[in-house]
């Protein structure tokens, strides 16, 4: 049998990450309403990460069942600490999306359908910011930032 080259190898068995979880992960504590699966591979890979996803998710719900018509965001009162940043609704589905690209394909998938239904409604109860300042367009390092940025905010 001809050697093949470790990146093919690595390739077929893929990474840790990339395996579907045991069985014995399947009891792990739900996370929002992850599948069973999913949830166990957000919690298999880094210790805390669901739990993280969870609140994010939980934040994000909250928002979005406040009464009322149209929801206008709300900027954080100190942008720069990483508790307080995530008063700014933005930020939460910021770290959401950061959240959901270093997740096991099963959980990515998952976590990706949970966040359309979300972003949906998300985007019927906001409306579009008509003249974005600056900084909502591209963060300080100049990194463009995502679409959730540009909604109405409340006068400030
Ligand atoms: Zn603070």
Avoid: K, N
């Amino acid at each position: 049998m001809p050697r093949r080259r470790p990146g093919a190898l690595r390739a077929e068995r893929g990474t840790y990450e990339d395996r579907r979880p045991p069985a014995w992960t399947r009891p792990l504590p739900p996370v929002d309403r992850l599948p069973p699966d999913a949830a166990a591979a957000a919690h298999w890979g880094r210790p805390g990460r669901a739990a993280e996803i969870a609140e994010l998710l939980s934040r994000y719900r909250s928002f979005l069942r406040r009464p009322g018509g149209t929801l206008l965001l709300g900027p954080s009162p100190c942008p720069g600490c990483p508790g307080c940043a995530r008063e700014d609704i933005a930020v939460v589905r910021d770290e959401l999306a950061e959240l959901q690209r270093a997740l096991p394909p099963v959980a990515r998938t998952a976590l990706g359908r949970v966040l359309r239904d979300l972003d949906a409604r998300f985007l019927r109860r906001t409306l579009p910011d008509p003249a974005p300042p600056a900084d909502r367009w591209a963060d300080w390092r100049g990194r463009p930032r995502a679409w959730w940025h540009r909604r109405l905010y409340e006068d400030t």
